[in-house]
């Protein structure tokens, strides 16, 4: 997935590029490099590893210079390699090039400028970059040249270009990976994501795709692929810096769980009015149209899809409209029956995951109506769909996600109770119930964080096993995929999620006294008694039960060997409280075991690439 940033400015810029780098880590660690210019001659750093491993070694601070580019790999095309690491560099070594992206016909165009006698360092697509470049530099001058070069390139990509003649000036491109331009007085950045400048600027311009940027130290200007000007428009960006810090925690993923009661105080604000939900213009969606859905789609990856099979719950339950949830992989790539009636919601922590942009595009294909929930603002996926409601969880840095997780079901909820009044399958009683239930929602958070300490236990007695099982039902079923997922991603210890009663179709046969299962069993009237049953299949071939229980409960903790409660909430409301222990589970069991937790192996932040 890779991270990018870049800075022209009247000072040295090594200090930046590296804050930058810090902050930008998230998206990719097995290696990093930055080019400066001094001089007019090219200073190329880099190496294997994570960037304070690499800082260590090389020093970046130890190189002048009031232009440079940096970067941080997620390999996609070629090993984990000093050589494959970015920037690369032409035959000339004055053209060098940072990209995040997949060029997809890079094999023929590599054999193309081999044959005209280019020579290739590396093993990655990029370096085609640089001596498609360096090629049309014969004829043409530098800014044509990187259009000629870009036009020819297929596949996706947000690109820094340095030239060692003119040290002035930044070049920046973008198609189909997230690319941003930040304003500062005298210097310009280019970046992949916002919280990696913040520090620098909150103005903030967003690339579209096939648009290309020539930055100096005080003037941007971006055109399209043939040279036309673009006027664009610069947003102040309101998150605080602050926010992207770890504020004394010891992991970014902790400080956001604990984040959670703040994230979904401020997703809820100003949205409840008398017992109304009210969105933002953004929203767009009109309730003419509303009224009329007859079915929603709903597509997403990860995390954010588990938050849509909550959210088909939600909206089936109690606004009774039919709902699918879809990989956005896997949509992208179908041939969707989709009418008029149809809205189509995109649902992503970034708005920059490659297969959800995809999976958008192709609804809009149809003509019908698009619908984002989305925690950054201005991201592509937001730039694209024709509403969109914001989840005000502020930057999510941790690579597992978290904050980004509830606040989407938060406004899952918010969505549905709408569209519940909208089409009037609920009474005011019942909404009343609903928005009442919602508000105590960041209180009751709280406490279920107080239950960390029996949490922490579960982590130190069971961190050495292999395996796990994570079982729920109903609203619930959807929280043990995600806590399942996050286990795996922080701890690398297999888990599997499944719904309670399908347990007995296969899973039950791994259980033994070696297997922790953890039951999500609130209290409700739908299918409490029937998770008793399950948990008495488990203890029955000795698994060991981490319940998940509505505080009061006493049935559980007579069954189970931990019981973690939760206070007690509406049922489809349980979903937000029963992850939370799910999520401290997982980061603990990773502290125990040592694991790079906001950084885990392979895993990046955004997924920029299909
Ligand atoms: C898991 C996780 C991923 C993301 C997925 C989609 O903790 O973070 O599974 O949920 O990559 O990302 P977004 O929501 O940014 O589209």
Known sequence: MCGIVGVVSNKDVNQKL?????????????SVGMCFIYNKNFRIKKGVGKLEEV??????????????????????????????????????????????????????????????????????????????????????KIEDSIKLALKKIEGSYALGILFADEPEKLIAARNESPLIIGIGDNENFIASDVPSILDYTKKIVYLEDREMAVLTKDKVSIFDLDGNLK??????????????????????????????????????????????????????????FLKKIKRIIIVACGTSWHASLVGEFMLEELAKIPVEVEYASEFRYRHPILDKDT?????????????????????????????????????????????VIYTRAGPEIGVASTKAFTTQLAVMYLFTILLSKLKKTLNDKQIKDMIDGIRKIPLQ???????????????????????????????????????ALKLKEVSYIHAEGYPAAEMKHGPIALIDKNMPV????????????????????????????????????????KKAKHTIFIPKTLYTLSSILAVVPLQLLAYHIADKLGRDIDKPRSLAKTVTVE
């Not at 070694?57 to 210079?65: C, D, I, S, T």
């Not at 956001?256 to 939900?277: F, G, K, S």
């Not at 960390?452 to 995929?481: M, T, W």
């Open 18 to 30: 590296l804050n930058g780098l810090a902050n930008l880590e998230y998206r990719g660690y097995d």
């Open 55 to 140: 800082h260590k070694k090389v020093n970046f601070l130890k190189f002048p210079g009031n232009i440079g580019i940096a970067h941080c790999r997620w390999s996609t095309h070629g090993g984990v390699t000093e050589k494959n690491a970015h920037p690369h560099v032409d035959c000339t070594n004055k053209i060098s090039v940072v990209h995040n992206g997949i060029i997809e016909n890079y094999s023929e165009l590599k054999v193309e400028l081999m044959k005209k006698g280019h020579k290739f360092n590396s093993e990655t697509d990029t370096e085609v970059i640089a001596h498609l470049i360096e090629e049309n530099l014969k004829g043409h």
């Open 231 to 288: 006027n664009k428009i610069i947003n102040i960006i309101k998150w605080d810096a602050a926010a992207a810090q770890k504020s004394g925690y010891r992991h970014f993923m902790l400080k956001e769980i604990y984040e959670q009661p703040r994230a979904i105080a401020d997703t809820l604000n100003e949205r409840i009015r008398n017992n109304n939900v009210v969105f933002e213009k953004e929203f767009a969606l009109t309730n003419e």
């Open 343 to 387: 809205l189509i919601i995109a649902v992503s922590q970034s708005g920059e995951t490659a297969d959800t942009i995809a999976a958008l595009k192709e609804a809009k294909n149809y003509g019908v109506k698009t619908l984002s929930i989305c925690n950054v603002m201005g991201s592509s996926i937001t730039r694209i769909s024709d509403g």
């Open 445 to 483: 958070l709280q406490s279920v964080l107080d239950e960390d300490g029996e949490i922490l236990k579960c982590a130190e007695l069971y961190h050495q096993k292999l395996n796990s099982i994570y079982l729920g039902r109903g609203v619930n079923f959807p929280i043990a995929l995600e806590g």
């Open 518 to 557: 953890v039951l999500i069993a609130p209290h409700d009237i739908y299918t409490y008694k029937k998770v008793l049953g399950n948990i008495e299949e488990v203890k029955a071939r000795g698994g060991i039960i981490i319940a998940i229980a509505t505080e009061g409960d006493k049935e559980i903790p």
